[in-house]
């Protein structure tokens, strides 16, 4: 019997399809990698038995109980916009689409709130929430494609992620199915224990996310800007003042002199055409040709391109723009525009005015589909997104843009910004002999980056993922998390039937001895973090930062300060510590190390603003009370001016149910299994 009919047989009503252009279709995400095999004529190598459009969740639980009965591995799938190789079913894989899952369930401003289904498709959320006044704010370039549950599965950021942060700080609740079939709402709590960021950027592999409670914003006022600086390093310094000053642009985005260059010759092509946020026709495009040819030769010497570039410099390419969008009332954003413009020009920054900024706005989703063309000539294309505290950053846009650089061709804009730190969005363009060269320099591209990336003390992905394209990477970067990571994926999907082979390094690396926590606090002033040993005390940290006029933010008064131990406070959910909601840009802790259980292995992740490698093993040891282990050393933000408050009627600490309570046991259970 084939898959498909044995589906049919076991679960009535159930869509299902096994026909050749469904199993085609399915055969992939948009990783650019496939795209060169496409070319070469393998269309669909890795096409799957057949392709199911669940409307329930309980079909969603038949299915996966049926797959675990019978050993067969299931996919969820958004709207296949992933870039990182995801999705790579095989015959025996079933995989299921979510888009018919896409109902509002409960749309509550004033709780504030909407409960919307996992397969809603983003522009379309948007554009319905937009008539009735009210925004969430998250807004990916692919917002055209990509799904409410793809968003929760990849952790990815949206083009506003200065105000409202990413898709983890949106999500006030999440109804999940694991592995086994079970169904439970996660809901987050501020003060822990929260699952929540276990399964946010599982990539598919720990639960489906049916429906997910994403924070509501009134719909917003907008204010542009725009400046113009002489080198990068001065904008990206201009960024950080802006963060650390306590100013939350929406959009702040700072391009360099050659993607600078681009933008406003777009802006010239477009002058006196009505403005569209659509993705272009094709028609901008001319068929491949003598450019083409022209295109494919340039990009085989990159190293030259990329030099003739930077010698050229931002002196012929007229410097690095950088876009500022605010948002929200009238006057407030009109006030910190202005805050925001004279930081701009005391960087050394030029004032632009705020054309720039609209054109910007109004091509925000197009810019993103200019890949195609590119592929379209016989030459590839692709990005990567990197992400380091501040005072990496310099060193992490160095080195990535070198390590590129030897292979391929190379453009960068800093496009999400955090008060301790910023990421990297680095275009690049490369071409070879033929097809199978062009794949080799592609991957030596990727393996040299990324390992730059990760000797430069950053992370692997800020919003894209990990997928396959990463998973090496990833157990660079998590080393005994890794071991962690996999614990926790058998006690959610004990067949192993949730997109296996995905994320999770085929080797597991080596353990790394922790090297000694800091014997005193060190602050590190221009990330405005301070790395703290799990044993300091609260009051120990507050001093060292009073006396640089800094603070963790935190109210826990004065005796229980001077006794209360970092690793004892954040076990306990940080009591009296900053509110996540009121500034969804900061966060409490940007990396830390801890040991499993009693002196088990240790685990140790480097300070990031914000990082999309998988899932957030910190939800393991935060207001648990040490049951998973604890923190030998942390990094904690330090925290200067703070921002004007999103206000919000979310119920910040819930009350634990009976469902999340085994969920949590058991993830621990898994955690302290590690031996
Ligand atoms: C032109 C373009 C621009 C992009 N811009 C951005 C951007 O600005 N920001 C950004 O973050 N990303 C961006 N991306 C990447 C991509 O769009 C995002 O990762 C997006 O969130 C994927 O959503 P999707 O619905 O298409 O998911 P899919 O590609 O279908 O799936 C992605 C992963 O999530 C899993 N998954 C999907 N749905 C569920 C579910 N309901 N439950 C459990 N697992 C699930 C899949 O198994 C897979 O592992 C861009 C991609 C393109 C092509």
Same mark, same amino acid.
């Given at each position: ?37 496409? !070319? ?61 899952? !896409? ?101 598919? =592999? ?146 632009? =005015? ?322």
């Amino acid at each position: 019997m084939s898959l498909a009919s044995a589906i049919a047989e076991a679960i009535p009503g159930l869509q299902c399809s096994d026909s050749t252009p469904d199993r085609i279709s399915y055969a992939r995400d948009l990783w650019p990698r496939h795209m060169i095999a496409v !070319r070469a004529g393998r269309i669909a190598d890795h096409r799957p038995g057949v392709v199911v459009w669940p409307e329930r969740t309980e079909q969603v639980v038949a299915l996966v109980k049926w797959c675990g009965q019978e050993g067969i591995s299931l996919v969820p799938y958004g709207a296949g916009s992933g870039v990182c190789g995801a999705v790579l079913p095989t015959a025996q894989t079933v995989v299921m689409d979510l888009k018919r899952l !896409r109902r509002w369930r409960r749309f509550d401003p004033e709780a504030g709130v909407l409960d919307v289904e996992a397969g809603a498709m983003g522009i379309r959320l948007e554009e319905d929430l937009e008539a009735r006044g009210f925004t969430v704010g998250h807004f990916p370039s692919s917002i055209l494609c990509s799904t409410v549950g793809g968003w929760i599965a990849g952790r990815g950021a949206g083009q506003c992620s200065g105000l409202y942060g990413k898709i983890e700080d949106m999500v006030a609740a999440m109804e999940c199915v694991d592995g086994r079939g079970e169904v439970v709402t996660l809901r987050r709590r501020t003060a822990g224990p929260d699952l929540t960021p276990l399964i946010v950027g599982s990539e598919g =592999g720990l639960a489906v996310v049916t429906s997910a409670e994403l924070r509501l914003h009134p719909y917003p006022a907008r204010a542009f800007a725009a400046l113009s600086f002489g080198t990068m390093e001065r904008g990206y310094e201009a960024i950080r003042a802006i963060y650390q000053r306590g100013l939350r642009p929406a959009v702040c985005r700072l391009y360099d002199p050659f993607d600078s260059m681009m933008a406003r010759r777009s802006a010239a092509k477009h002058a006196g055409q009505a403005t569209t946020h659509q993705p272009t026709d094709g028609k901008d495009h001319p068929p491949p040709g003598v450019g083409a040819a022209a295109l494919r030769t340039v990009l085989r010497i990159p190293g030259a391109l990329n030099r003739a570039v930077d010698l050229l410099g931002a002196r012929a390419f007229g410097g690095a723009t950088l876009v500022l969008v605010f948002e929200g009332e009238p006057e407030r954003i009109e006030a910190e525009l202005g805050v925001a413009r004279r930081i701009g020009i005391g960087c050394r920054g030029r004032d632009l =005015g705020e054309g720039p900024a609209r054109h910007w706005y109004d091509h925000r989703y197009s810019i993103s589909y200019k890949l195609a063309p590119v592929f379209m000539s016989g030459a590839f294309a692709d990005t990567m997104e990197v992400a380091a505290p501040w005072s990496r950053f310099g060193t992490l846009y160095e080195e990535v843009r070198r390590a590129l650089g030897r292979h391929v061709f190379v453009m960068a804009h800093m496009s999400h910004a955090y008060p301790d730190g910023c990421s990297i969005y680095f275009t690049f363009a490369g071409s070879d002999r033929d097809e199978a060269a062009a794949e080799r320099r592609y991957d030596e591209a990727w393996r040299t980056a990324l390992a730059a990336a990760l000797e430069a003390g950053g992370t692997l992905s800020h919003h894209h993922g990990v997928g396959r394209s990463k998973a090496d990477a990833l157990g660079v970067e998590l080393g005994s998390g890794v071991e962690v990571l996999s614990a926790v994926d058998q006690a959610f999907d004990p067949q192993g039937i949730l997109n296996p082979g995905n994320l999770l390094p085929p080797k597991v690396p080596p353990r790394r001895p922790l090297p000694p926590p800091p014997s005193r606090p060190e602050l590190d002033s221009k990330s405005q973090l301070v790395h703290a040993a799990g044993d300091a005390t609260l009051g120990e940290v507050e001093d060292v930062l009073a006396a640089r006029g800094l603070t963790l933010g935190c109210t826990v008064a004065g005796a229980d300060h001077r006794t209360t131990t970092v690793n004892d406070w954040l076990c306990a959910g940080a009591p009296g510590g900053p509110d996540p909601w009121l500034d969804p840009v900061d966060h409490l802790v940007a990396g830390y190390s801890a040991t499993l259980g009693d002196g088990g292995p240790a685990l140790q992740i480097r300070p990031c603003p914000r990082r999309a490698a998988g899932p957030d093993l910190f939800s393991l040891f935060f207001g648990t009370q040490g049951r998973a282990g604890r923190f030998h050393s942390v990094h904690l933000r330090a925290r200067g001016a703070g921002a004007v408050p999103l206000l919000t009627p979310i119920d910040r600490n819930p009350a634990l149910e009976v469902g999340e309570e085994r969920w949590l046991e058991r993830a621990i259970a898994a955690a302290r299994g590690v031996s």
